[in-house]
């Protein structure tokens, strides 16, 4: 198996989405939970609010844009794809309800209004949550470094995303989603790219 999980093309199974799934609980869930306790924070602080409908198109556009960016990111792979169709559906359902809105909730949502409040400028904010976003894809999923760039420059995107849209979690979730699906599955129906069905 490949350390890098996207040109190396990672295997999904069940009891890998189990491990995932149990660490987002235990990482980007409890964090942000416990800081609302002990710190004061609350769910408005992270984002959770009401988008209008300006904000939704704004983010129907950045979205569009950074799928495509992905695509091409994606396109780089020398690698041939691994096309299950049943197994693609579920992980993408994992990445647009899962994958994507615990990394928002933790990254933008809780790790940049933390830096920003502590520090008092939101700058040091989006520095750090996007340097952490980008390390984390190599440290807990063995990404290569060429992946992990083009991760962090994904988080300082999705931070400026996030303050540009009015500080909205759901927003960035979406845009966040889009690209994780030009990455690892609709992506791969899209490309015109060597076929193979081993899962």
Not at 86 to 111: A, C, H, K, M, Q
Request: charged fraction near 15%; hydrophobic fraction near 50%.
């Amino acid at each position: 198996m490949s350390r890098d999980w996207i040109h190396g093309e990672k295997r999904i199974t069940w009891n890998w989405i189990i491990r995932d799934f149990s660490f987002r609980i235990v990482l980007y869930i409890l964090i942000p939970i416990l800081a609302m306790k002990f710190l004061g924070f609350t769910l408005k602080d992270f984002g959770l609010n009401q988008p209008t409908n300006l904000q939704w198109l704004m983010t129907i556009v950045l979205a569009v844009i950074t799928f495509i960016a992905c695509l091409f990111f994606r396109d780089t792979s020398k690698k041939p794809h691994h096309r299950k169709p049943i197994r693609d559906f579920w992980f993408s359902l994992y990445l647009v309800f899962i994958n994507s809105p615990t990394e928002e909730f933790f990254y933008r949502g809780f790790l940049l209004v933390f830096f920003d409040r502590f520090f008092g400028n939101p700058l040091i904010g989006v520095v750090a949550s996007s340097f952490l976003f980008g390390i984390q894809h190599t440290l807990f999923f063995g990404a290569s470094f060429r992946t992990v760039l083009f991760d962090t420059f994904g988080g300082f995107i999705l931070a400026f995303a996030y303050i540009f849209l009015g500080r909205c979690l759901i927003l960035v979730i979406v845009i966040h989603a889009t690209s994780n699906l030009a990455l690892f599955t609709v992506g791969k129906y899209i490309l015109k790219k060597p076929i193979t069905g081993r899962s």
